[in-house]
């Protein structure tokens, strides 16, 4: 936990991020909005925004000594600490409660102290985060790299308001309600949809370009580096005059009016961008609400609902994983339109102000910047864009320009044999934190998951020898045995793509990438890391290292160029050096390797000798290979399946690789049989 003083860095000090303050506002006038989840590129003053929210918050009313932050006025009946009637009431700040990216399960939600409920029957509960963070804000920094489990429960305690743990037949429940905040950077991986629509509203953000708004940032920073406390104090009337604000619209909250046709816009919005569900119309409500607290109105107007449109929709349209976070201003605008009262259109056509409501100034807030969803710096696709022409790599060999990849479709799974230790995923069988129990085994560390039958076998050969008088077992430490789950890890799937002259028919080579885009969304939502390599002309290069971001991947295979010669060796080792350094970084992750090519080796006079040998290579230090075929044409060499043996692989052709494509042959075979027994009948 976190607990900022006096000496913070002030929220209003901070230059611009106009979306952004106002979304973190709206959420601390009506915490029910359910949070903001930051996107935007390194070093924007995500984490400074954030942190700074905290002092200004309202204080809270706690029951004097709950480790819980119980409200005095309707305190959990299901608390811990409690029964709580006729205690005293103490006051205090709202929290700020960091979750760190490594944290462990127990530390989220808390631990029971195992040894002592078997031993003496005592539920001695040690809360967690979450507890920590009721009526207060949880706070995650780079909330796409947190491991799923921990994001599950999340989502169960921000869904419910509530905190279950269970361990071995003892429950502990408790209340969690707290303000979510999210920041990451969609360079490093994007979060899957169900967890992006847990959050009610999402801002994307990017550095000015604007050369005074950045001079202004730098010389405010020297400032508060140079003097914290003093800086802080320069800013401490504005922050007061917000902070009473922010009360000002808490209280006046209950009595804003959603009238009818504020609710039709709103609906009516959401279901022509096709949105998924009914969260979307709630938090699109909530958010309005609180729009116009925020202005100090009692009524939701047009320009509320389309501000609570900007922050509410973008990251809920998306349709696969790798369409970016958007809205498309021209059809919010004709959908408002169309559900106006007579005689409300805009006779200019441009329709209210998209700065908000209220006015700007210190502690701002409310007159934000219209959202610009398209902008390159605030989706990560600035970096997309290839170091250098297409013409120009690698080796000075000439390329033919891109071609656009088919439709992606479900793929076959493949998976590597064996049980890893590697971070839980879905792909293939390791032992995790998660799954179901298979064996037990002496803690290894700090005991989290009992194994009680495995225990008391332990424990039970020597009770008369330890005194056993009463019903309480005598337990060892020595007794205490844990479980082992068998669940799934994500891999690294490295892709070694041929984009040499032999691959450069366009139709060809838009399946192809067709193939590999499906492999990539397949590896998206096995929670895969994903690099690829790519080799023509001359060598291979490196052209996406490992990283969690596949989204990057398929924009990097998009701008993919063709032509040149078919140096496969390079390609290979080029691999088994990526494979190498990974092993070193990170020693539980097993890798897929994926080699995309129609095996063909040119270049040298033994160039297919030595490519055989290079694969030989990787099959030696056990690394896990596909091979998929992409040979084509009346007459076929089979070197992709030859290339495949020397990788101890498989090799799959590119109609093999779908995963309906058995089941598509059987129905095509029945269709076939069963037409020509019916023309057998009418001759």
Same mark, same amino acid.
């Not at 039970?460 to 008088?469: C, D, I, M, N």
């Given at each position: 936990? &976190?607990?900022?003083?006096?000496?913070?860095?002030?929220?209003?000090?901070?230059?611009?991020?106009?979306?952004?303050?106002?979304?973190?506002?709206?959420?601390?006038?009506?915490?029910?909005?359910?949070?903001?989840?930051?996107?935007?590129?390194?070093?924007?003053?995500?984490?400074?925004?954030?942190?700074?929210?905290?002092?200004?918050?309202?204080?809270?009313?706690?029951?004097?000594?709950?480790?819980?932050?119980?409200?005095?006025?309707?305190?959990?009946?299901?608390?811990?600490?409690?029964?709580?009637?006729?205690?005293?009431?103490?006051?205090?700040?709202?929290?700020?409660?960091?979750?760190?990216?490594?944290?462990?399960?127990?530390?989220?939600?808390?631990?029971?102290?195992?040894?002592?409920?078997?031993?003496?029957?005592?539920?001695?509960?040690?809360?967690?985060?979450?507890?920590?963070?009721?009526?207060?804000?949880?706070?995650?920094?780079?909330?796409?790299?947190?491991?799923?489990?921990?994001?599950?429960?999340?989502?169960?305690?921000?869904?419910?308001?509530?905190?279950?743990?269970?361990?071995?037949?003892?429950?502990?429940?408790?209340?969690?309600?707290?303000?979510?905040?999210?920041?990451?950077?969609?360079?490093?991986?994007?979060?899957?949809?169900?967890?992006?629509?847990?959050?009610?509203?999402?801002?994307?953000?990017?550095?000015?370009?604007?050369?005074?708004?950045?001079?202004?940032?730098?010389?405010?920073?020297?400032?508060?580096?140079?003097?914290?406390?003093?800086?802080?104090? &320069?800013?401490?009337?504005?922050?007061?005059?917000?902070?009473?604000?922010?009360?000002?619209?808490?209280?006046?909250?209950?009595?804003?009016?959603?009238?009818?046709?504020?609710?039709?816009?709103?609906?009516?919005?959401?279901?022509?961008?096709?949105?998924?569900?009914?969260?979307?119309?709630?938090?699109?409500?909530?958010?309005?609400?609180?729009?116009?607290?925020?202005?100090?109105?009692?009524?939701?107007?047009?320009?509320?609902?389309?501000?609570?449109?900007?922050?509410?929709?973008?990251?809920?349209?998306?349709?696969?994983?790798?369409?970016?976070?958007?809205?498309?201003?021209?059809?919010?605008?004709?959908?408002?339109?169309?559900?106006?009262?007579?005689?409300?259109?805009?006779?200019?056509?441009?329709?209210?102000?998209?700065?908000?409501?209220?006015?700007?100034?210190?502690?701002?807030?409310?007159?934000?910047?219209?959202?610009?969803?398209?902008?390159?710096?605030?989706?990560?696709?600035?970096?997309?864009?290839?170091?250098?022409?297409?013409?120009?790599?690698?080796?000075?060999?000439?390329?033919?320009?891109?071609?656009?990849?088919?439709?992606?479709?479900?793929?076959?799974?493949?998976?590597?044999?064996?049980?890893?230790?590697?971070?839980?995923?879905?792909? &293939?069988?390791?032992?995790?934190?998660?799954?179901?129990?298979?064996?037990?085994?002496?803690?290894?560390?700090?005991?989290?998951?009992?194994?009680?039958?495995?225990?008391?076998?332990?424990?039970?050969?020597?009770?008369?020898?330890?005194?056993?008088?009463?019903?309480?077992?005598?337990?060892?430490?020595?007794?205490?045995?844990?479980?082992?789950?068998?669940?799934?890890?994500?891999?690294?799937?490295?892709?070694?793509?041929?984009?040499?002259?032999?691959?450069?028919?366009?139709?060809?080579?838009?399946?192809?990438?067709?193939?590999?885009?499906?492999?990539?969304?397949?590896?998206?939502?096995?929670?895969?890391?994903?690099?690829?390599?790519?080799?023509?002309?001359?060598?291979?290069?490196?052209?996406?290292?490992?990283?969690?971001?596949?989204?990057?991947?398929?924009?990097?295979?998009?701008?993919?160029?063709?032509?040149?010669?078919?140096?496969?060796?390079?390609?290979?080792?080029?691999?088994?050096?990526?494979?190498?350094?990974?092993?070193?970084?990170?020693?539980?992750?097993?890798?897929?390797?994926?080699?995309?090519?129609?095996?063909?080796?040119?270049?040298?006079?033994?160039?297919?000798?030595?490519?055989?040998?290079?694969?030989?290579?990787?099959?030696?230090?056990?690394?896990?290979?596909?091979?998929?075929?992409?040979?084509?044409?009346?007459?076929?060499?089979?070197?992709?399946?030859?290339?495949?043996?020397?990788?101890?692989?498989?090799?799959?052709?590119?109609?093999?690789?779908?995963?309906?494509?058995?089941?598509?042959?059987?129905?095509?075979?029945?269709?076939?049989?069963?037409?020509?027994?019916?023309?057998?009948?009418?001759?």
């Amino acid at each position: 936990m &976190s607990e900022l003083n006096d000496a913070r860095y002030p929220f209003t000090a901070v230059v611009g991020m106009d979306d952004l303050r106002l979304g973190l506002l709206l959420n601390a006038v009506s915490p029910a909005v359910g949070g903001v989840l930051v996107r935007g590129e390194k070093g924007t003053a995500k984490s400074t925004m954030v942190r700074a929210l905290a002092g200004l918050l309202p204080s809270i009313a706690t029951v004097a000594g709950c480790r819980f932050a119980c409200d005095p006025l309707s305190p959990d009946a299901q608390c811990p600490d409690g029964p709580h009637a006729g205690a005293d009431s103490a006051e205090r700040p709202a929290f700020l409660v960091e979750l760190p990216v490594g944290v462990s399960e127990d530390r989220v939600v808390g631990s029971l102290d195992l040894e002592r409920a078997l031993a003496e029957g005592v539920k001695a509960y040690e809360p967690g985060l979450l507890a920590k963070a009721h009526r207060g804000v949880l706070y995650i920094d780079e909330v796409n790299l947190l491991q799923d489990h921990l994001v599950d429960l999340l989502l169960d305690a921000a869904a419910m308001g509530r905190s279950y743990v269970e361990r071995e037949g003892v429950s502990v429940r408790h209340a969690a309600r707290f303000l979510l905040v999210g920041t990451m950077n969609p360079e490093e991986g994007e979060l899957r949809p169900q967890l992006l629509d847990r959050f009610g509203l999402t801002v994307e953000i990017a550095a000015t370009r604007d050369a005074d708004e950045r001079a202004e940032v730098v010389r405010r920073r020297l400032s508060y580096d140079a003097d914290p406390a003093g800086f802080a104090a &320069s800013w401490a009337a504005r922050e007061r005059e917000l902070a009473e604000r922010i009360g000002a619209a808490r209280e006046l909250l209950p009595s804003v009016e959603l009238s009818d046709l504020a609710l039709r816009q709103i609906t009516a919005v959401c279901a022509a961008f096709e949105v998924d569900g009914l969260r979307a119309d709630i938090v699109m409500a909530r958010t309005a609400v609180a729009l116009a607290a925020w202005a100090g109105r009692t009524e939701v107007l047009e320009e509320d609902v389309r501000k609570a449109a900007q922050l509410a929709l973008p990251h809920r349209r998306r349709r696969n994983p790798f369409d970016a976070p958007g809205l498309d201003q021209e059809q919010l605008d004709r959908t408002l339109a169309e559900h106006q009262e007579p005689g409300d259109e805009d006779p200019d056509g441009d329709g209210p102000d998209d700065g908000g409501p209220g006015d700007g100034g210190p502690g701002g807030g409310g007159s934000p910047a219209p959202s610009e969803p398209d902008e390159p710096a605030a989706t990560g696709s600035s970096e997309d864009a290839p170091a250098a022409p297409p013409q120009q790599r690698p080796g000075g060999t000439k390329a033919s320009s891109p071609v656009a990849a088919d439709r992606p479709y479900r793929t076959r799974l493949f998976k590597v044999d064996g049980t890893g230790r590697g971070a839980q995923g879905r792909r &293939s069988p390791a032992e995790t934190d998660a799954g179901h129990t298979v064996r037990a085994r002496r803690p290894q560390g700090r005991l989290t998951r009992l194994h009680l039958s495995a225990t008391l076998r332990a424990a039970a050969p020597h009770q008369v020898a330890r005194g056993r008088a009463g019903r309480a077992l005598v337990l060892r430490r020595d007794d205490l045995r844990e479980q082992v789950r068998r669940g799934r890890e994500s891999n690294l799937v490295l892709f070694v793509v041929d984009a040499s002259g032999s691959m450069a028919a366009r139709q060809r080579m838009t399946a192809v990438k067709g193939a590999v885009l499906s492999l990539l969304m397949d590896a998206y939502q096995r929670r895969d890391k994903i690099g690829m390599v790519t080799f023509r002309g001359s060598g291979a290069e490196l052209a996406l290292p490992p990283t969690s971001s596949v989204e990057v991947g398929a924009a990097r295979l998009e701008q993919l160029p063709t032509g040149g010669r078919t140096p496969l060796e390079a390609g290979l080792l080029r691999a088994h050096e990526v494979l190498r350094v990974e092993r070193l970084r990170d020693p539980d992750r097993r890798a897929l390797l994926v080699v995309v090519t129609d095996g063909r080796a040119t270049g040298a006079r033994d160039a297919l000798a030595r490519s055989h040998r290079a694969a030989g290579l990787l099959a030696a230090q056990g690394v896990a290979a596909v091979v998929l075929d992409c040979e084509s044409g009346p007459v076929r060499l089979g070197l992709a399946r030859e290339l495949a043996a020397h990788l101890n692989g498989d090799a799959v052709s590119l109609d093999e690789l779908r995963a309906d494509g058995v089941a598509a042959l059987v129905r095509e075979t029945r269709s076939t049989m069963t037409s020509g027994s019916m023309t057998r009948k009418a001759a």
